[in-house]
């Protein structure tokens, strides 16, 4: 979007104190880490799939793009400096709080735990360099085997004592399968007081007996995207007030929407119910200065109206 209007309120909100609650590592590091790391082949292949997701991309194809990136991300040194760099980022955009995700991975030999670490180490310095806070969640994809969502969940209640980490996201493709193999794990999260968000709606191929398994079973104290919620789901979520994280840019660019004004969340938003503006993927589909500039004209807000939005984003924080 490229009116008046827009630019005069995207310049303007690059100058507010902004709240971020949905945020994915993998696809918010800067791209001058990830030109450091890349070989030249590896960073063409990045940049031309950014350019094809920014023009328009279909959702699964869209997912293509976190393997070339975590080609870069293959070490645990790589993976504190790209959490010291994404608090870089959220300065930049004057983002003062960030609740950021990231999945755990066994690299080079190293455990879960290493990789955590890792992440909080950099993050511990980014916040102090940067004056930025950014608790931390913990994903986990639908198709994680038990065994790893255990050890996962373990490791959030482990360092959830030392007050940095704050939840457990539950991503990846929604396509693939429904989360039945991580419900245990899940309720330990829950039995141990850590709230969870639940990636949902996200293509129109989820069944209506999938998005109600999950919220049942669940009990999700938000939600991500619910683009493609069925009748009884958007009914759960309404009845239940529960949050929705809406990415408007990220929902347009993967196809989830035709235009940015189709968007569900955007009526609900207008009808009261609890929504949150976020980026998804702030390096893939732009930083959230921008897409609360794209909210504020679709939903016809004044600038004072837009930092109330971000005053009430902080209480649904889960720290």
């Known amino acids: 979007m490229e009116t008046s209007k827009y630019k005069n309120l995207l310049d303007k909100l690059k100058d507010i104190n902004k709240t971020e609650l949905h945020a994915h590592l ?3 590091v800067p791209m001058d880490f990830i030109q450091k790391y890349s070989t030249d082949k590896e960073y063409i292949e990045i940049t031309n799939m950014i350019n094809k997701i920014r023009s328009g991309i279909d959702y699964s194809e869209g ?13 645990t040194e790589r993976i504190r400096e790209a959490a010291h760099d994404f608090c870089r980022k959220q300065y930049n955009d004057k983002v003062s709080v960030s609740e950021l995700r990231t999945g755990l991975k066994k690299i080079g030999g190293k455990g879960f735990e290493e990789h955590l670490k890792a992440v909080l180490t950099g993050l511990e310095s980014g916040m102090k360099d940067y004056n930025v806070k950014v608790p931390l969640v913990l994903s986990l994809r639908r198709d994680t085997s038990a065994e790893d969502a255990k050890e996962i969940v373990d490791l959030a209640i482990k360092y959830r004592q030392i007050g940095v980490l704050t939840g457990i996201d539950i991503s990846g493709e929604s396509t693939k399968g429904d989360a039945s193999g991580i419900f245990e794990a899940l309720k330990l999260a829950r039995d141990n007081g850590l709230p969870i968000t639940l990636h949902i709606g996200e293509h129109s191929s989820e069944t209506a007996e999938q998005q109600m398994k999950e919220l049942r079973e669940i009990q999700p104290d938000r939600v991500g995207h619910a683009v493609h919620l069925c009748h009884e789901a958007l009914l759960w979520v309404l009845e239940n007030r529960i949050v929705v994280e809406a990415c408007i840019m990220s929902a347009w660019s993967v196809g989830m929407i035709n235009k940015p004004g189709e968007h569900p969340a955007l009526e609900l938003f207008r009808k009261g119910h609890p929504v949150v503006f976020c980026t998804d993927d702030s390096t893939l589909f732009g930083d959230l200065s921008e897409e609360l500039a794209l909210v504020a004209c679709l939903c016809d807000l004044s600038i004072e109206q837009v930092i109330g939005m971000q005053l009430q984003a902080i209480n649904h924080l889960f720290s």
Do not use: D, E, R
Not at 63 to 75: C, D, E, G
């Open 26 to 28: 993998g696809g918010a």
């Open 63 to 75: 997912f293509k793009v976190f393997p070339l990136i975590s080609k870069v991300l293959n070490t």
